[in-house]
């Protein structure tokens, strides 16, 4: 079993309403399951539905991971329910922190008065927190080896790379693209050879220029980076909260004349990556 499952790839902000209802307006939670191992990537709005099924099926064990810890990947944060579950099991793990800030005092800092009602202590399951650099190599469990690097965003953000039976799945969210600059070795070192890739595409590349330095990419950098790194199919992730299910057809579309298996995700998309199939 390697199967990635899209709880949520909105970015900036959850969105709601008619124009949203097809790629789904939840912020950032992939979870993806190596045999019986569950993944959980970011803590956006996403969270809460991926953790009433996760709880739902009765699971102990959880593995969640911070790209970084602006807002949309982490307000759901709060809604993880196990945390509040006795028996469970939770490692939490960065590698984007900087200035001397652990994962424990990061969500520590999110889960408080006056922007929550309750405090961190108050939560009941067993917390693991672990601290590690972008650019690290993490064996999560035996056979389970990840991958990381460092991304171009505002106070940093990791990618991830996970290899499991022969098949790679690389996420990238968020990241900067400078135009016309050589592509990002960091990146393309994630995602080389990859048999799914979910890039950052919150822009396109007319409006690279007015939000230089925001921290974000576009779907035709993801094309360029897919067919310079030899990646199998590259989903596009982290939709603009302004972009509606239209403009969302038509850049799937326009990606399909220049790419193969570039498209934009939706939530709820599940992807087996050993059968390749979504
Ligand atoms: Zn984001
Ligand atoms: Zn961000």
Not at 209 to 233: M, N, P, Y
Request: glycine share 10%; with cysteine; proline share 6%.
């Amino acid at each position: 079993m390697f199967r990635v499952h899209c709880w949520g790839v909105r970015g900036s902000l959850p969105v709601s309403g008619p124009q949203f209802q097809r790629y789904g307006g939840n912020t950032f939670c992939i979870e993806v399951q190596c045999g019986n191992h569950r993944l959980l990537f970011d803590a956006g709005s996403g969270l809460l539905p991926a953790s009433r099924t996760l709880l739902g099926e009765g699971l102990k064990n959880y593995e969640l991971f911070f790209t970084h810890c602006h807002y949309d990947h982490i307000v759901g944060l709060p809604f993880f329910l196990p945390i509040y579950v006795p028996d469970a099991n939770i490692r939490v793990w960065s590698g984007h922190l900087e200035n001397g800030m652990t994962t424990r005092a990061m969500m520590d800092d999110f889960i408080r008065p006056p922007w929550f009602p309750i405090r961190l202590e108050m939560c009941r399951a067993n917390l693991d927190f672990r601290d590690f650099n972008a650019g690290d190599t993490i064996e999560v469990f035996p056979g389970l080896v990840m991958k990381t690097g460092k991304l171009n965003h505002p106070g940093n953000a990791t990618g991830y790379r996970i290899e499991w039976q022969g098949r790679v799945f690389t996420l990238i969210t968020d990241t900067e693209h400078t135009p016309g600059a050589p592509l990002d070795p960091n990146v393309l070192e994630l995602i080389q050879g990859a048999d799914l890739v979910l890039y950052d595409c919150m822009y396109v590349d007319d409006e690279m220029e007015k939000h230089r330095g925001f921290g974000h990419s576009t779907w035709q950098h993801a094309i360029r980076l897919a067919q310079a790194a030899d990646v199998s199919r590259m989903g596009f992730v982290h939709h603009s909260p302004l972009r509606t299910d239209e403009e969302l057809d038509d850049i799937a579309r326009q990606a399909a004349e220049l790419m193969d298996g570039a498209f934009p995700v939706a939530d709820g998309t599940t992807f087996d990556l050993l059968r390749q199939s979504y």
